[in-house]
């Protein structure tokens, strides 16, 4: 089995620090909530890459990718967050029943915030870590990799763009060719052969972006790996990044809440940079502060 080389404290310390910055991204978007958004596809495409970049590490180092495992880390935090933002929404809505189906069956696949599309997500394309890590271990397999990625991703972004989906299907056609990219990436590292992923998925984005009318979110989705790419050959000494970058997880999964606080008690009128702030700041503690806590860190 092929081993990566790559794996500096100090090169990983780079990818903390950009967990940390898509994290402020990902709060940033949605107080702006715009459908032209830009910030958040770059953020959440930078979270995705992260993620399956260092899921085909794993299994290169390791020789395997246990399922198991990474359902243990992802489905039982997704259950408690259910719980915790149907509480939230049931206590906030003037609804009387405590349960209702939702009017789109799919967002189940969800739960009661749309930002917990994430977890499953992730949960399920983990699936694809082991047959291609089995698969892509000489140039020419890259290569087939490659061709087959690009023949799922320019459909798969063309229905993201035109097909009108529900969430959270529309965010999975936006993740899918993404988390691939990133699969492939972590899986080039050892051929060293990583400039034919990027230039793969620069290619897929031309292509989509003369097929369909480009919006901003599809550049975001490049942009992404660009700034992945840099910082992957970005070394940054000491812990801080590391310190940083382990608490993005839990700032994603609670900045709608605290974002639901400020609107209480500060109002609608709040400017977007300061309500940002406040809901950036609010998370990073209260998830240092569960980190604390035994049981509660396993939520985060």
Not at 4 to 33: E, M, Y
Not at 144 to 165: R, Y
Request: aromatic share 16%.
């Amino acid at each position: 089995m092929t081993t990566i080389s790559l794996s500096s404290s100090a090169r990983r310390s780079s990818l903390d620090l950009a967990r940390f910055i898509a994290a402020f991204g990902v709060v940033v978007s949605h107080v702006q909530a715009s459908h032209h958004d830009w910030l958040g596809h770059l953020s959440v495409g930078l979270f995705l890459i992260l993620t399956a970049v260092l899921a085909a590490q794993s299994f290169l180092k390791s020789g395997h990718y246990s399922m198991r495992s990474l359902w243990g880390r992802l489905m039982v935090p997704w259950l408690f967050w259910c719980a915790f933002y149907w509480l939230v929404e049931l206590d906030v809505s003037d609804r009387t029943q405590i349960f209702v189906w939702p009017a789109e069956p799919w967002t189940v696949f969800a739960g009661p915030s749309i930002h917990l599309w994430f977890l499953p997500f992730v949960a399920v394309a983990g699936v694809c870590i082991a047959p291609l890590g089995r698969l892509v271990t000489t140039d020419r397999h890259l290569i087939f990799a490659l061709a087959g990625f690009a023949a799922i991703a320019v459909p798969g972004l063309w229905l993201h763009q035109n097909a009108g989906f529900v969430q959270p299907v529309e965010q999975w056609f936006f993740a899918i060719p993404l988390y691939l990219i990133g699969v492939l990436f972590g899986l080039a590292l050892p051929l060293k052969r990583q400039i034919w992923v990027v230039v793969t998925l620069a290619a897929v984005t031309m292509v989509v972006a003369l097929i369909t009318t480009p919006e901003p979110w599809l550049w975001q989705g490049l942009a992404s790996m660009f700034v992945f790419w840099g910082l992957w050959n970005l070394v940054i000494p000491g812990p801080i990044p590391v310190l940083l970058g382990r608490e993005a997880f839990g700032i994603y999964l609670l900045h709608p809440f605290f974002l639901l606080v400020i609107y209480k008690f500060l109002g609608p009128d709040l400017g977007w940079l300061m309500n940002s702030a406040l809901a950036f700041t609010m998370s990073w503690a209260a998830a240092m502060i569960m980190r604390k806590i035994r049981y509660l860190d396993r939520l985060i």
